[in-house]
């Protein structure tokens, strides 16, 4: 399972090899399922292998705040409340449209393994565990029966890991080679920054309704209806303040360039050398120079450098 159907096709086509998959539809008309064969999935210690590979659209659940408690959360008038309310995991809009949770849950059940295809980075992880749960009893019958046919207490082990940093053929074989377990940890951290981005967005949402949009009506407009905070939101929102004060408070100022083109003595050979700015400080290596202010390349603030630099040239000064 991968994150995206673009991401499951590109796995496919680096796993089967020359022949490439079979594309085939699944329960969820949006997300294409690509079969092929293959013997090199050691959990099965290289027997042939039907391999399917489908995809999610990004997270499968989202985090809200219990429906059973709608009717009390609509009353409360203290924002505090909201950091005692529990929450629960709801199918994300987009997912329940696509019947993502349906589809995968068909494909498990004629599945003995599961490999995991998401983002190598904590928001894939999760998601990763989000297919987990909605696979999860399909999977857990498997290794029961594992259990009860080796009378082991060390049952194979059927939820993988891949782990790749890029898109190309060989990371993504090299990661099928490789397969780990997936991290329960960092997956929980994202379910905890979730929790917090919920529950500080929301309270914090409603305290500034009800303590400030009277007085935001009153001086910017009387139209304003909500003010919305969000941990995400609201950083981003003063990012692009400062940047527009920057923009608003520039004062530009004039910059030189040497532009010099030249002809080989004897012959038509036009070329135009570069002119390299000198460092004033020879102590420092350039990578601990602080880097042109300027945005176009060799130039610089300094008027009579540039002249004095033209001026030579043009006498024929070796510089």
Not at 41 to 60: A, Y
Not at 177 to 187: C, F, G
Not at 218 to 241: D, E, N, W
Not at 295 to 302: K, P, V
Request: glycine share 6%.
């Amino acid at each position: 399972v991968a994150e995206k159907p673009s991401i499951a096709k590109a796995v496919a086509d680096a796993l089967s090899g020359s022949r490439g998959p079979r594309q085939r539809k699944g329960v969820s008309r949006a997300l294409p399922i690509y079969e092929f064969t293959t013997n090199k999935f050691l959990p099965e210690q290289n027997q042939l292998c039907r391999v399917k590979v489908t995809s999610v659209v990004g997270h499968v659940f989202t985090l809200g705040f219990n429906e059973n408690d709608g009717e009390q959360r609509d009353g409360f008038t203290d924002p505090s409340e909201f950091y005692n309310l529990p929450v629960v995991k709801k199918e994300e809009t987009s997912s329940g449209k696509l019947r993502v949770v349906d589809h995968l849950r068909a494909l498990a059940a004629n599945s003995d393994h599961l490999v995991l295809w998401l983002d190598c980075d904590a928001e894939g992880e999760n998601i990763a565990h989000e297919v987990i749960g909605v696979t999860r009893k399909a999977f857990e019958g498997r290794i029961a029966r594992d259990l009860r046919e080796k009378e082991s207490a060390d049952p194979i082990r059927r939820i993988h890991r891949a782990r790749f940093s890029a898109i190309t053929k060989d990371a993504l074989r090299q990661a099928f080679s490789v397969l780990e377990e997936p991290d329960a940890a960092l997956s929980r951290s994202v379910d905890a920054r979730q929790e917090l981005d919920l529950r500080i967005g929301v309270s914090m949402t409603r305290l500034l309704n009800w303590r400030c949009v009277g007085l935001a009506r009153k001086h910017f407009s009387p139209a304003t209806k909500v003010i919305s905070y969000g941990p995400c939101q609201t950083p981003a929102l003063s990012f692009c303040v400062e940047r527009a004060r920057e923009i608003e408070l520039f004062q530009s100022q004039p910059y030189h360039k040497v532009d010099i083109t030249c002809v080989v003595d004897g012959s038509k050979q036009v070329f135009a050398p570069k002119w390299i700015i000198p460092r004033q400080d020879q102590t420092k290596t350039k990578e601990e120079e602080s880097p042109d202010p300027l945005s176009e390349e060799n130039a610089t603030f300094d008027k009579a450098l540039a002249e004095k630099t033209a001026k030579s040239v043009l006498e024929g000064k070796n510089l």
